[in-house]
Structure formats: C-alpha cells, structure tokens
C-alpha cells in the first residue's frame, strides 16, 4: 500500500470524530472565548472586545472563595474516592478468584440514574433519613444529626461513591498488568509485605493512580448538581455561580469568564500534579 | 566444594488439591556444587526450587537449609535467593537501583551499597551501567543484571529457575561457560531447573533428573550419560538406541547377552539398576555404532541393514538403518571427519558395536520400545 492511500484512509477513519470534536469540542470553545470579551447591556451584548468581566472576576472575592473551595472539595473528592478504590482494585486484581464478578458489581451503581443515587444520598443522610431513624431507633442519639446534611462532606460523601468505579477501574488494570515474578522477586531480596507493596506495587500503579485522580478531580471541579442538591450554602462551588450567570443573573459574558478561569484553575492544578506525582512515583528505589 | 550439607530435602511432598506436584523428594546438595533439577515440563522440578525458595510450602517434609529447618521461615527470610525465569527486572528501576533493591532492606550505608553494587554489576560484565533503565536493556543483559542482584546478596543457595531459556543459541551457550566460572569462583551453591539436557549437562557437578514428581537418578553429568538408572533417563538424556536382550550368562561385573540382530555380546553391568533376571533392556548411543560399507573387523558384533534416512548437522552426519529382526531404526552418529557423507538413503550398510560401549538398562518392562 502507498503512503498516500493510507494518509487518505486514515483521514477518512479519523474524519467522524476530527467533525465531532471540532463541532462540540473546539467551536463551543470558541464562542466561549468571544462571550468572555464581550459585555452584557440588560438584554443586548456589547461586542466591543475587553478584559472587564475577567478583571471583575479575579477581583472579586466570592469568585475566588469559590474557585479555591471547589478546587479543595474535588481535591477532598479525589483523595478519599482513590483511597477508599485502591484496596478494592487491589483485592480484585490480586486475591480475587471470580474477576469478572467482582468487576460487574462495581459497575451496579451505574444501573441508575446519578440523579437517583443523589436522592438516595439524601434520604440516608436527611434529618429524618435512613441514618438518623437507624440512630434513634438503636438509642444512640436523642435527636437527628444535622451535621450529615447540607456541607461539605455530604458533597464529598455523595461524590466518592458516585466516582469509585472510575476510580477502581484504571488502577485495577494497572495492578493487573503487574508481573507477580516482580513481587516474588522483592520478597525473595528480602522485602515483606509492606515493603513490597510501598516499594514494587505502588510505584508500578502510579499510572493507574494518576489516571484515576484525573478522571474524578477535573469533572468534579465543574460538577454543580451534587452540591446544589446535598451541598446547603456552604457546599456550593464555582459551577453554581457559573449556573447562576447563565440563568437567573442572565450575564452569559461573566459566566464565560469564569467557565474559562476554571478550566484554566483545574487545568493547572492538573499538571502540577501530573509532574509532582510521577516525579514522587519515580523516586521510590 | 565441601562435604558439608548444604541443603537437606527429607521425604518432601507438594500436593494441589489431588494433583501430586512432588512425591517423596529426598535430596542432599553439597555446599558450593552446581546442581541442576532436570526434567520434561511438569515434571515438579520449579515446585521443588519454589519450596527452597519459600514461595511454596511443601504439603509434607522437611527442608532443611545450612542446618537450620525451614518450616515456618518466609521466603524473605531465607539465606537463598533466585535468578527467576522471566528475570522479573524492576521496570521502574534502573539498573544499579535494580541491583541495590535487596542491600536496601538491610540498611546498609548508601556509599557501601553503591560499592557492592559496582563490584556486582562488574563481576556480570556490566560495569558502569548503573543508571542504564530497565527497558533499554537486551535479553542477555536483563539476565546478567538478574544475576547480579541476586549474587550480590551472597545467598548460600543461589536457585536459578530456567535462566538460559529465553536467551538465543549463542548467546545461551556462552553464559553456560561464564555462570560455570561465576559459580565455581564464588563457591557460592547453585541450584539450577532446567528441561534442556546439554545446559544440565555443560554445567553441573551433579544432576537430579525428575519425571512426574520423582526424583529418578541423581549422578554427575558423565555416570548420567553413562549408566543410567532406567529407560527413561536413558532416553531424555541424549540419544538411545534400545533393544531387548536375552540374557545368556551372568558374572558380577558382566552380562553375556544374545540381542536380535547383533547377536551374542558380553557387556559391563550396570550398577545403577537391578539384576536383570532372564530378559534385559539394552542401550546403545548413536555415537557408539560404526557404520561402513563392508563388515567391520575388530567389533564385538555386527549387523546388516540398510539406510532411511540421512540428517547432516555439520559437526555430525545422523543415520537412521533399518535392522531386520530389531522392530525400531538404529540411529547413528558420525563425526564428520572429511566433509563427506558417505552413506546414502537405500544403501546396504554394516553396523559394528563394542560390547563394552552397550549399556545395560536392567530388567525389561512391558512397555513397548
């Protein structure tokens, strides 16, 4: 076959999604940008170029409050979801028998509707839900817990579960694909079972660790519906305000700007930690 | 290489749920000999160098390393370590990080351990690749570094599970020779598993050849070749030529038996097997047989036939000749002396065989040959 025939069947077989991501991907990204630099007059946009709503934004403190609280809840998100999946990915891939099995009851939580799974979050965490019924009825408390609902931790409570197959999957493949001689070989120069874990198992899954804390931290930062829902005021974050602008404060050009700062924030906090984490990942001798 | 023991293996049995891994292994190894397990695939010799090892249990009896048992000892704990099949290279590690990986979890001061493992890595010809990665590295180098992690823990036992076998021909051969030198300078015990013959052979003081979870014959390379213990020995290693015989007088020391085709011959006993009684099972090696055109003088017996098959293997011409009264072809081996091949497919040819040369495979079962 000729380079040239093949450069044409390659563009060919790329052309759907080349279409596919230019249309959803790179032009609402455009329109996006051009929203930021333009300002909204009541109901008309002025078209005229200028750097006012970014200037506004990183000015004003309830934006930067937000920024950093939604930045810190995803961070929050992503170290429990991974901690709470990697014993599991761990479990499955090592000592399992039935894989298979294991790996489809994961994904069960999938069957339903997120939004359900939210609503269930609430009904077990609510003032007269499932926790706090079980609590009265056994005696332990003299009134409902208030503390469940409505902050933080319920919002990093409801995401961890609504995330841990994403996070379980990726590291599952990365302990799968681990050579068991390389374990024997770290037990047989003298390791036990820690050290082999901390010193073999840890640093060859920090691809799969990575890819895991990617998939929850950049979704999660842009995530509104949990914390509208289990969040109460103190767990709102920046998609909330974002929501706002385009909605009920109908000032598209602001929202823009701030989609586009948190794109940048997550974007950047992404890679700083994509580099220190293979960087930690590769100082372990 | 001492008297002392170095490894004790006493009655030691591995069971899989029914399946009988290793049955009744009982084995002394001599502190700083090459000693190889040697056997077809599954026939439990990994099982019995993983018991060693500690990466099994054994389901009964007793391994007992440098005098002390190991019931009950990690594999982490051992004084052994392992040179594993694959080499199970740390990916993550380079190589002096490789090689460092066990002096590490001893706490050893860093300059000490960058010392010992320059001293390792020259002792395996790789010196100065320290910071090389692990995934640059050839076959022949991985099992080098693999070699040298191991050796520079200076375990009493080094176990060596398949090292040669993922390395080419060439390359194969000429690590033989070095881990010979390698072992015999360190005086270190090697316990190596392996299924090819010629690499137990080129580099073991003694061998231990199992079929099916039992250890069959332990000798050195030459008694192995010599006199084997039984039919099957005889035939994995090397080449045989078996034919039954009838025994006609019997001395201690020789047998006078009558075989179909050659006739009447008086051959060496075999200490290695029982009494033959009426019947004998006999072998003879592919290089033991003359073959020429004319009757050969000067042999104990001789045979006509006529030639199937001829294979050229450079160093060595193989014949395979067709014996009447004998059911199986003989093969030959000659040396090729002149660059010539001097038998052809069809060609009526004489056989001619030493008495001494035949060897006595003991009583004869009632397996077909």
């Avoid at chain 1, 002025?46 to 995803?74: C, G, W």
Wanted: a negative charge; proline letters at 5%.
């Amino acid at each position: 076959m000729n380079l040239r025939s093949e450069t044409a069947k390659g563009t060919a077989l790329s052309a759907p999604a080349t279409l596919y991501v230019g249309l959803l991907v790179a032009a609402p990204l455009i329109i996006l940008i051009a929203y930021s630099l333009w300002t909204q007059t009541y109901v008309d946009l002025d078209r005229t170029p200028t750097l006012a709503n970014y200037r506004e934004a990183l000015t004003d403190p309830l934006v930067r409050h937000l920024m950093i609280r939604s930045i810190l809840i995803s961070a929050a998100v992503t170290v429990v979801t991974v901690a709470l999946a990697y014993p599991i990915a761990y479990f499955i891939a090592l000592k399992a028998k039935k894989k298979t099995l294991w790996l489809l009851l994961i994904t069960i939580p999938f069957w339903s509707s997120y939004l359900l799974r939210v609503f269930a979050w609430k009904l077990i965490l609510g003032f007269n839900g499932v926790m706090n019924s079980a609590l009265l009825a056994l005696g332990l408390i003299d009134e409902p817990l208030t503390f469940l609902l409505y902050n933080e931790f319920a919002v990093v409570l409801t995401l961890a579960h609504a995330w841990a197959p994403f996070a379980i999957l990726p590291i599952f493949v990365s302990i799968q694909k681990i050579d068991p001689s390389l374990l024997e070989a770290a037990t047989d120069l003298g390791s036990n079972k820690l050290e082999s874990f901390l010193r073999v198992t840890l640093p060859l899954t920090t691809q799969g660790i990575i890819a895991a804390c990617l998939i929850i931290f950049i979704p999660t930062v842009g995530d509104y519906v949990t914390p509208s829902l289990v969040g109460g005021s103190d767990g709102k974050m920046i998609a909330n305000l974002i929501q706002v602008q385009f909605g009920a404060a109908n000032n598209w050009p602001l929202g823009a700007t701030l989609s586009l700062l948190a794109m940048l924030s997550v974007g950047f906090v992404a890679i700083v930690f994509v580099i220190g984490a293979s960087t930690l990942g590769r100082r372990i001798r | 290489m001492t008297e002392k023991n170095i490894i004790e293996m006493t009655g030691v049995q591995k069971r899989f749920g029914s399946f009988q891994a290793v049955s009744d292994l009982t084995l002394s190894l001599r502190e700083g000999e090459f000693f190889s397990l040697l056997g077809p695939s599954g026939c439990g010799k990994t099982t019995a160098l993983r018991m060693i090892a500690g990466f099994q249990e054994p389901t009964e009896g007793k391994v007992v390393i440098d005098g002390q048992d190991m019931d009950g000892i990690a594999a982490n704990k051992r004084p052994t370590n392992m040179v594993f099949q694959s080499y199970a290279i740390f990916p993550h590690l380079d190589v002096g990080d490789n090689v460092a990986y066990g002096l590490r979890n001893r706490g050893i001061a860093r300059a000490e351990i960058n010392r010992q493992v320059s001293e390792a890595l020259e002792m395996v010809e790789l010196g100065g690749l320290e910071r090389r990665g692990a995934n640059e590295l050839s076959g022949g180098q991985r099992q080098r570094v693999a070699l040298a992690r191991a050796l520079v823990m200076r375990p009493k036992v080094l176990l060596l599970d398949e090292p040669l076998s993922a390395l080419d021909k060439k390359l194969r051969e000429q690590m033989q020779f070095e881990m010979r030198h390698l072992q015999q300078s360190l005086g270190i015990t090697f316990v190596m598993v392996t299924h090819d013959q010629y690499e137990a052979m080129t580099m073991s003081d003694r061998i231990g050849v199992m079929f099916e979870g039992r250890l069959v014959q332990v000798d050195a390379p030459a008694t192995l070749y010599a006199s084997p213990s039984n039919r099957e020995v005889a035939s994995f290693i090397g080449e045989m030529n078996f034919m039954p015989g009838a025994v006609k007088e019997e001395t201690d020391t020789s047998l006078t038996v009558e075989s179909p085709g050659f006739g009447t011959m008086t051959i060496p006993r075999n200490p290695n097997v029982e009494t033959p009684g009426k019947s004998v099972l006999l072998g003879i090696r592919p290089e033991q047989l003359e073959i020429a055109k004319e009757q050969p003088p000067e042999y104990d017996a001789t045979v006509e036939g006529v030639v199937r098959d001829v294979a050229f293997y450079g160093e060595n011409v193989h014949y395979h000749v067709r014996v009447d009264g004998v059911d199986s072809r003989i093969a030959i081996s000659v040396p090729n002396y002149f660059h010539t091949v001097d038998h052809g497919p069809g060609d009526k040819v004489w056989l001619g065989v030493q008495g001494e040369s035949v060897i006595d495979l003991g009583q004869q079962s009632d397996k077909p040959i």
